[in-house]
């Protein structure tokens, strides 16, 4: 449960986000998936050590259910847009900014785009069959990631900002702060704990301070401190700098089902 360094997903891998009483559905799952990049040179099986029978490092990419059987949704190992930021694209000159809707929406049959935190959603015309542009975007995606490109090129910032001397701190209001902060959780924080049986909540953004609260076995885990501070809080620092303290008002003593036991050999 012990969380280091960002991102988060990249401890533990994407994990999938399924609704746990809804299966996926079977128009919306059943396309080919791409092949994986074919290898050459050397040996061919790289038994004399030239690494031809490797397949090249790809990074991590997951389809997860979607509740539309038209929208192919998908969720990579990092962030393709910037916690509580969303973007949506209807046509290629539309996304003169993202050269990943562009080339997605150069597919024959993708009508559209969107990009929140992790997650890309390709919305595909179903009059006709749905697969071949699906299989299609997911390559697309695939190695666009591979490639280390950006998904929607930064614009110049318009924030206020204060010079403290030490540090810069942009303007923000508070509903702005508390939708940085779910979508960390939702897209990075949760799905990380997740595999340990617990979940953080937010309760409130108060004068720069955000308090949070600790659920199922992070709830009185002898590590949750350590997962706090090493781990959320200083990733929640990269994404909201403003921030002034992370505060934690879970009551641990009732924690029924605790990953770790404090005290526990």
Same mark, same amino acid.
């Given at each position: 449960?012990? =969380?280091?360094?960002?991102?988060?997903?990249? =401890?533990?891998?994407?994990?999938?986000? @399924?609704?746990?009483?809804?299966?996926?559905?079977?128009?919306?799952?059943?396309?080919?998936?791409?092949?994986?990049?074919?290898?050459?040179?050397?040996? %061919?099986? %790289?038994?004399?050590? /030239?690494? &031809?029978?490797? &397949?090249?490092?790809?990074?991590?990419?997951?389809?997860?259910?979607?509740?539309?059987?038209?929208?192919?949704?998908?969720?990579?190992?990092?962030?393709?847009?910037?916690?509580?930021?969303?973007?949506?694209?209807?046509?290629?000159?539309?996304?003169?900014?993202?050269?990943?809707?562009? &080339?997605? =929406?150069?597919?024959?049959?993708? +009508?559209?785009?969107?990009?929140?935190?992790?997650?890309?959603?390709?919305?595909? +015309?179903?009059?006709?069959?749905?697969?071949?542009?699906?299989?299609?975007?997911?390559?697309?995606?695939?190695?666009?990631?591979? *490639?280390?490109?950006? *998904?929607?090129?930064?614009?110049?910032?318009?924030?206020?900002?204060?010079?403290?001397?030490? !540090? @810069?701190?942009?303007?923000?209001?508070?509903?702005?702060?508390? !939708?940085?902060?779910?979508? =960390?959780?939702?897209?990075?924080?949760?799905?990380?704990? &997740?595999?340990?049986?617990?979940?953080?909540?937010?309760?409130?953004?108060?004068?720069?301070?955000?308090?949070? @609260?600790?659920?199922?076995? /992070?709830? %009185?885990?002898?590590?949750?401190?350590?997962?706090?501070?090493?781990?959320?809080?200083?990733?929640?620092?990269?994404?909201?700098?403003?921030?002034?303290?992370?505060? +934690?008002?879970?009551?641990? *003593?009732?924690?029924?089902?605790?990953?770790? @036991?404090?005290?526990?050999?």
């Amino acid at each position: 449960m012990k =969380l280091f360094k960002k991102p988060l997903s990249s =401890l533990f891998g994407a994990q999938e986000v @399924q609704a746990s009483n809804h299966a996926p559905h079977p128009s919306a799952m059943e396309y080919t998936r791409p092949p994986k990049p074919a290898t050459g040179g050397g040996c %061919g099986s %790289g038994s004399c050590g /030239c690494g &031809a029978g490797e &397949a090249p490092p790809q990074e991590s990419l997951n389809q997860v259910w979607s509740e539309k059987p038209n929208v192919l949704r998908l969720q990579a190992g990092r962030q393709f847009v910037h916690p509580g930021d969303e973007r949506s694209y209807t046509s290629p000159s539309a996304a003169a900014e993202s050269p990943l809707a562009m &080339a997605l =929406l150069d597919i024959p049959g993708v +009508d559209a785009v969107s990009f929140k935190g992790s997650f890309v959603s390709i919305t595909v +015309d179903d009059s006709g069959d749905t697969r071949p542009p699906m299989a299609q975007a997911h390559l697309v995606v695939q190695k666009f990631l591979n *490639a280390g490109g950006e *998904a929607v090129r930064a614009a110049p910032s318009t924030a206020r900002k204060y010079n403290f001397g030490f !540090r @810069q701190v942009s303007s923000r209001p508070k509903e702005e702060q508390m !939708r940085i902060v779910e979508d =960390l959780f939702e897209n990075e924080v949760n799905p990380a704990v &997740a595999a340990h049986g617990g979940f953080f909540r937010l309760l409130d953004v108060k004068d720069d301070t955000v308090y949070v @609260q600790l659920g199922g076995g /992070c709830q %009185g885990c002898g590590m949750a401190n350590v997962t706090l501070r090493q781990g959320v809080e200083n990733r929640l620092r990269e994404v909201l700098p403003e921030m002034v303290a992370l505060v +934690d008002v879970t009551d641990h *003593a009732s924690g029924t089902n605790p990953y770790f @036991q404090a005290g526990k050999k």
